[in-house]
């Protein structure tokens, strides 16, 4: 083994095996893969091989698309067959609401440009003759599904990587990882220590503990798993005779199933709902390529499903159960990319589907290294969403939640119930007395609408209007007619102080910096000028700023800013997270209403839209700007926690003859759609550019240089290729959620981004990205936007419903 490489890769399963290969493409050729035992003896060898590209994230979609487009590639470099079954699979709804997600699945795929198609379940009867279609009401078809050899497939990549340089270590444990004071990395193994520049942890079934030698605990957390093998089947020979062709794969959503051919008999695995976490606290190094005793009785309820859904195996023998451990993160999603505070330590780990996500794994970290960026949109599988929140309870508590609902549906109002409440404010108990149906952004409890006296405070779930709309509607009106009162305790805040402040905020921010007591909103571009931050700075001494952003991305900026920050120590970027909570309050009441519990001046003169400063509110000292993202005449409010109540209740108490009313997160997002206000992750994500965002008028291209500033002057030249737009939408009983096509023409020309209904305007609104030429059509041009399989007219607006001159806010 050599003593220097410029990565160390640890771990040779089918992730490990496919970052080295990706980095090899990449022209990094020192590269140095350590197994601790054989290649594949983690949960690679006894996987089921099964390969798909439908994923709940678009982004994630199109890695895993490009994982399977990858396997000829490796195939041909390497010499090493993959076993490649490319038999297409079916996806069987037992009930409507199961087809409408269906029918979204496959409208979704349309703009990923996925082939696939809904058919009816005598269709699906003729394509796999096993199912008694009785059972079933319809399915999707996907002809990019199959299945493969795990083992063969992992030695493709590692043969294809050694071809181009790279080496492999086997029957080599690491033991210890150092950081040396320049920032390589000390690999201690069992034969011998390797100088790193960079370390990937690719562990799998051991990621956490690899992650511990570095201090890390990371969120992932090992399930046991069952499929069984079946005795050969006389109706499988007949189906291959008389089609001549394998039997496709198919997933039975009611009996939680997935099912294939192997050999001459089937395969058929189970997500059961008695899911068992194996090695909840420590997975030992001596776990060797071994199998987890079956528990059958775990898994009976799904094969008394199976017995009436596929009636032949009945009366067929079963030859193997395999019970096999395999790795998850809280949503089901990998954990990839570099830690933040650690310098040069990448994750390539938590890949619950290796097969169908390995390569688009593989190929985003060696981008990341290699570029400094991913090359995609890759929020989704970004070890940066989790953060110190995510402990080994909760972890353990959500992987359980997230494997025993992998083949439920997920409706667009419901919120899951394990692990909470996680983190509370001081309000939440006062909230849920008051009606409030709270919602998890993030681990944080947060109120989504209230329920009025008499009402029950419970989500009814649906991918259509449900029971909240009324409440929602009454919140929304309050707001516009009077005044409301929400929590935002949900944002994530930062304060940027020292003598560097302010260069180092230009250099990273698009806008300018604002004066003393006031803000501005601003971007955050990348050096490729694509978006991956939006921000609200407030200036509060002459070298101390405030800024505001998404708190889900609190983590993922933190690398950004850390990354960015001189050397010399003159700037201090601190997260205040949950040290300061926040109240919104809104409507043409507003000022009224803080007049009342404050001293202050807070007149439109004496404290004018985008003013920010500290004044205290209630006699507690609270920090007050005035912005609101209901984009009416609203201050936000914000307080150390154990002022919350006192201020909360000073506010409602004041504002009891104004018809003050509590709104929740659903109507923020309502009213923020009548104004054509995008939302960060939605809207604002690092896939477009600031110009194609429409937030060209917060790029200061003139101030000197910021990063990403070429390229957003580029963008403006050239006008890039799409562009952010407004519809008014003539749905019927169900609004847009996220992630449906436009259609022009009878084509799909964009998606949709995030949309809802603007109860105040009395419409049904979305937003989306089209090209930049179908945009200039405008109100003129015949969009539809398809909503559940139904293609329903959208129109252009070009400017917001609401308060188009933006006067409200000024007022
Ligand atoms: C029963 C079952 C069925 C499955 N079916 C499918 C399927 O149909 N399709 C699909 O896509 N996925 C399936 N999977 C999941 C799939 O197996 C995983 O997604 C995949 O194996 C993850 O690969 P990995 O490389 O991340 O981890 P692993 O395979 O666990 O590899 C990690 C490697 O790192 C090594 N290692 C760890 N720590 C060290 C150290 N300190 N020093 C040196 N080496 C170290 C280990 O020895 C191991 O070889 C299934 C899993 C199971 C259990």
């Known amino acids: 083994m050599k003593s220097q490489a410029r990565v160390v890769v640890i771990g040779g399963g089918v992730v490990g095996c496919s970052v080295l290969y990706h980095l090899t493409r990449r022209g990094w050729t020192d590269v140095l893969l350590i197994e601790r035992s054989e290649l594949t003896s983690g949960s690679t060898w006894h996987a089921a091989g099964g390969f798909h590209t439908l994923n709940g994230d678009p982004n994630v979609a199109k890695l895993q698309a490009y994982t399977v487009s990858l396997y000829k590639e490796i195939e041909e470099i390497s010499g090493q067959s993959c076993g490649l079954h490319l038999t297409g699979g079916l996806q069987l709804a037992d009930t409507p609401e199961r087809l409408d997600w269906l029918k979204m699945a496959h409208a979704r795929g349309r703009y990923l440009g996925m082939?696939?198609?809904?058919?009816?379940?005598?269709?699906?009867?003729?394509?796999?003759?096993?199912i008694d279609e009785r059972h079933f009401v319809g399915a999707i078809w996907d002809p990019i599904e199959g299945h493969l050899d795990p083992s063969g497939t992992t030695h493709a990549y590692a043969k294809a990587a050694r071809k181009a340089g790279a080496e492999i270590s086997l029957r080599n444990r690491v033991v210890e990882l150092a950081q040396k004071p320049d920032g390589t990395w000390l690999v201690v193994t069992e034969q011998g220590t390797v100088e790193a520049e960079h370390v990937v942890n690719a562990g799998g079934l051991w990621a956490r503990e690899v992650g511990r030698m570095v201090g890390l605990e990371l969120p992932v957390l090992a399930m046991e798993h069952h499929y069984l093998l079946t005795e050969d089947m006389p109706e499988i020979a007949e189906i291959v005779a008389s089609t001549g062709k394998e039997m496709v794969h198919a997933i039975d959503f009611s009996g939680e199933i997935y099912t294939r051919q192997e050999r001459g008999g089937m395969l058929l695995g189970t997500y059961e709902r008695a899911a068992t976490p194996w090695s909840p606290r420590q997975t030992p190094w001596d776990f060797g390529q071994e199998l987890l005793a079956p528990n059958l009785e775990r898994i009976a309820p799904s094969l008394e499903i199976g017995f009436e859904h596929f009636p032949a195996l009945k009366h067929t023998g079963i030859k193997q159960f395999v019970n096999g451990p395999f790795t998850f993160a809280p949503d089901g999603n990998p954990l990839v990319?570099?830690?933040?505070?650690?310098?040069?330590?990448?994750?390539?780990?938590?890949?619950?589907?290796?097969?169908?996500?390995?390569g688009g794994v593989g190929l985003a970290l060696s981008n990341w290294m290699v570029d400094g960026d991913p090359g995609f949109d890759i929020w989704g599988m970004d070890v940066a969403r989790f953060?110190?929140?995510?402990?080994?309870?909760?972890?353990n508590a959500k992987v359980r939640e997230n494997y025993s609902?992998?083949?439920?549906?997920?409706?667009?109002?419901?919120?899951?119930?394990?692990?909470?409440?996680?983190?509370?404010?001081?309000?939440?108990d006062r909230m849920r007395a008051q009606g409030a149906v709270m919602g998890d952004s993030w681990a944080l409890e947060t109120p989504l609408w209230f329920a009025p006296e008499g009402t029950e405070p419970r989500d009814i779930v649906s991918f259509r209007r449900s029971n909240d709309f009324e409440h929602v509607k009454a919140e929304c009106q309050a707001v516009r007619n009077g005044v409301g009162i929400t929590e935002i305790a949900n944002f994530a805040k930062y304060e940027i102080a020292g003598p560097g402040a302010e260069a180092f905020l230009d250099r990273l921010m698009t806008n300018r910096m604002p004066a003393l007591g006031r803000m501005v909103l601003t971007p955050m571009l990348n050096e490729t000028g694509k978006l991956i931050g939006d921000f609200t700075i407030a200036r509060i001494a002459d070298d101390r700023f405030l800024m505001w952003g998404s708190s889900q991305a609190e983590i993922y900026h933190m690398r950004w800013f850390e990354r960015h920050l001189p050397?010399?120590?003159?700037?201090?970027?601190?997260?205040?997270?949950?040290?300061?909570v926040g109240l919104s309050i809104a409507g043409p009441k507003a000022r009224d209403l803080l007049a009342r519990v404050t001293g202050d001046d807070v007149s439109?003169?004496?404290?004018?839209?985008?003013?920010?400063?500290?004044?205290?509110?209630?006699?507690?000292?609270?920090?007050?700007?005035?912005?609101?993202?209901?984009?009416?005449?609203?201050?936000?409010?914000?307080?150390?926690?154990?002022?919350?109540r006192r201020v909360y209740d000073a506010l409602k108490e004041a504002g009891a003859d104004l018809g003050l009313r509590d709104f929740g997160m659903r109507a923020l997002l309502c009213l923020r759609l009548e104004k054509n206000f995008g939302t960060w992750f939605r809207e604002f994500r690092p896939i477009y550019g600031p110009y194609e965002a429409d937030l060209g008028r917060f790029i200061a291209l003139n101030k000197g240089d910021f990063i990403g500033r070429e390229a957003a002057l580029?963008?403006?030249?050239?006008?890039?290729?799409?562009?952010?737009?407004?519809?008014?939408?003539?749905?019927?009983?169900?609004?847009?959620?996220?992630?449906?096509?436009?259609?022009?023409?009878?084509?799909?020309?964009?998606?949709?981004?995030?949309?809802?209904?603007?109860?105040f305007v009395d419409a049904s609104l979305a937003q989306g990205y089209l090209p930049k030429e179908l945009a200039s059509l405008g109100p003129d041009g015949a969009f539809e936007i398809e909503i559940i399989g139904e293609r329903v007219k959208a129109r252009i607006i070009t400017e917001p419903l609401f308060d188009p001159r933006a006067e409200r806010m000024r007022m």
Request: aromatic share 12%; proline share 7%; with cysteine.
């Open 387 to 395: 953060g110190p929140w995510a402990t080994l309870a909760y972890t």
């Open 604 to 644: 439109n003169a004496a404290f004018p839209f985008m003013a920010s400063r500290a004044m205290d509110v209630a006699a507690a000292p609270c920090h007050v700007s005035r912005i609101s993202y209901t984009g009416d005449l609203g201050y936000e409010i914000w307080m150390a926690p154990h002022y919350e």
């Open 405 to 428: 609902r992998r083949f439920r549906i997920r409706y667009p109002n419901e919120e899951l119930p394990a692990a909470r409440p996680h983190q509370t404010t001081p309000l939440y």
């Open 337 to 358: 990319g570099p830690v933040r505070g650690l310098t040069n330590f990448w994750c390539a780990c938590a890949v619950m589907a290796g097969f169908s996500q390995g």
């Open 567 to 580: 050397q010399d120590g003159s700037v201090r970027v601190t997260p205040i997270n949950l040290g300061w």
């Open 714 to 759: 580029r963008e403006k030249e050239t006008g890039g290729t799409l562009r952010r737009m407004s519809f008014v939408v003539e749905a019927g009983d169900a609004d847009v959620i996220g992630d449906e096509p436009i259609w022009h023409d009878g084509k799909v020309v964009g998606w949709v981004t995030s949309g809802g209904y603007g109860h």
């Open 115 to 130: 082939e696939t198609e809904i058919i009816s379940a005598k269709e699906a009867k003729e394509l796999l003759p096993l």
